[in-house]
Every structure is written in C-alpha cells, then in structure tokens.
C-alpha cells in the first residue's frame, strides 16, 4: 500500500479540531505532489488541498481556507491536513493522492496513487 491515511478519531463535534496524515510507502516522497480530497454525502469527490513536493507551495478549496493547513515532512514521507474550526459540512470520506511531479496539477485524473479514505464525521 503506497499511501496510508491515519486519523486520530473519525468523530468529533463542531469547532473542534482534527489532523489526518498521510503516510507514503515505497515511493521517493518528495517526488510527488500530494492532494487531499473528501467527498461528501451525495456529492461528487471534490479537491480540498494540495502541496508542491517541496512544501512551498499550497492550494486550499475556498470553504476550507483559513480553517484547514496543509503540511507535508518529506524525512517522515508524510503529509497533513490540519483541520479546525470543523463544520458540520465537513463530514465526509477523506482520502490522499500522489502525483509525481513537482506541482499541483489542474485535475483530480492527473494524480497517479491514491489512499484509502477516511471517514470525519462532525456532529453538534
């Protein structure tokens, strides 16, 4: 399994925080760009964020900015998704995806590996 997704709950209450990791194995991590994506109930599977293979560059989905962080620790062939202030809206399927180039690409079809998904469910 190249990508592992790890959650420290799938439950938490409105406001309150939670991180996901993704775990890289088997592949030279810091080749790739990293997505995260969540697909939520009775929608299609949407782009939340991404990071450049370096760390120096993210995109945020505009309802995730200012409350989700992207963060990547290529020594640990990891990457995060620092999510507060969650909503209810939030609640959802969770997963990661690789591509091996330096950036993000334009497309959810461009990533090459994808992790299991996790489910976050958010409840007041």
């Known amino acids: 399994q190249l990508l592992r997704v790890e959650s420290g709950r799938d439950s938490v209450q409105v406001e309150e925080s939670l991180r996901l990791s993704c775990i890289g194995s088997?592949?030279?991590?810091?080749?790739?760009?990293i997505g995260w994506f969540r697909q939520l109930p009775g929608k299609e599977r949407e782009g939340v964020s991404c990071?450049?293979?370096?760390?120096?560059?993210?995109y945020y989905e505009d309802s995730v900015k200012g409350r989700f962080t992207m963060s990547r620790d290529n020594g640990r062939a990891t990457a995060y998704l620092q999510m507060n202030s969650l909503k209810l809206e939030d609640t959802g399927t969770y997963s990661c995806?690789?591509?091996?180039?330096?950036?993000?690409?334009?497309?959810?079809?461009?990533?090459?590996?994808w992790g299991q998904g996790t489910q976050v469910t958010v409840s007041s």
């Open positions: 990071i450049s293979s370096s760390g120096g560059t993210t």
């Open positions: 995806a690789v591509r091996r180039r330096p950036y993000c690409p334009g497309s959810a079809a461009q990533f090459e590996y």
């Open positions: 088997g592949l030279t991590f810091d080749d790739y760009a």
